[in-house]
């Protein structure tokens, strides 16, 4: 396998249909990239935030999806793109997430990554929004 040095930034995006079985897809595509870049010490951590913003998008919106998946220097960002311009709901604290039906989605992601946010997104006359998460290399 060829070497991919850490130094140089990457990025990758999966546009996906809005399908449940399309969270899979993405979920498998991140932990091979992450393999393939040498990343492999990322996978566990960064599978279940990123699994998250994608079923979310897909869950709660009902157009297409994008994965997005970058890499700068010691820094690992995934974001989920959807066409829904309504922010997220804000995630749970620990103490509710239990107890509610749901919103344990972005608690997770809050609870696993370093940081995560959200920004309004337009393009090509299309609104939507970005979910992101990002994760620092250890």
Known sequence: MPET???QPWE???HIPNDPRAVTVCHR???LILTMHGLITLVDVAELPAT???SNAVRH???PVALRVQWSPGVLRIGAWDADPEPPEPPNAWEQVAESEGGRGLALV???ADQWGWQPLSRHGR???YVWCA???A
């Open 5 to 7: 040095d850490p130094q």
């Open 127 to 129: 609104r939507g929004k």
């Open 135 to 137: 994760f620092a290399a």
């Open 52 to 54: 998250e913003l994608v």
């Open 29 to 31: 595509t991140l932990r």
């Open 12 to 14: 990758y995006t999966l």
């Open 110 to 112: 809050r609870a696993c």
């Open 61 to 63: 919106t009902k157009g």
